[in-house]
């Protein structure tokens, strides 16, 4: 081998090294990225709707929210209950992020991290009261909240994943 093929040849292990080095710099980013990501995560499911426990809001849920046992979610019947919360849901929106109430602008006022918590949200309200996820998605709240594509079907997708849980 001559003097100029290992000179190429070290060359070519060097950039192979620093290529090595940028991946491996760009992991270590992403991963202190979602770090960020899976600790708003974590805080959300501790602290999940501690406002339903406030003054504002604990004894109009626990008059109105056992009513809804059993109604189709989104019926006439449903929503007329609901108009019962009156101002504890209103201090509910107000305090929790993922609800698009929250925000003046909706679902367009959200980040990831709010709408992740908004479907778990929904999938723990259609279990708790045997009512279809995608069906109360896609009748009831999709067209309340203003929700299109790609955004339904993104949403969709999640459920989906959260039904094979």
Request: charged share 25%.
């Amino acid at each position: 081998m001559s003097k100029l093929e290992k000179n190429v040849d070290e060359v070519s292990k060097l950039a192979e090294q620093n290529y090595r080095a940028e991946v491996l710099i760009h992991q270590t980013d992403v991963f202190n990225q979602m770090q960020i990501v899976l600790d708003e995560v974590e805080y959300r499911q501790a602290a999940h709707d501690q406002s339903k426990l406030s003054d504002e809001e604990f004894s109009t849920y626990a008059k109105v929210i056992p009513q809804l046992k059993g109604k189709q979610f989104g019926s006439p019947e449903a929503k007329a209950i609901v108009k019962e919360l009156g101002p504890a849901l209103q201090h509910h929106y107000a305090e929790n992020r993922h609800h698009p109430e929250h925000f003046e602008k909706g679902i367009a006022g959200m980040h990831l991290i709010d709408m992740i918590e908004m479907i778990c949200d929904w999938k723990a309200v259609s279990v708790a009261k045997g009512n279809d996820l995608k069906t109360g998605m896609v009748k009831v709240l999709f067209p309340k909240l203003g929700i299109t594509e790609p955004l339904a079907t993104i949403l969709l997708n999640t459920a989906d994943m959260l039904e094979m849980g």
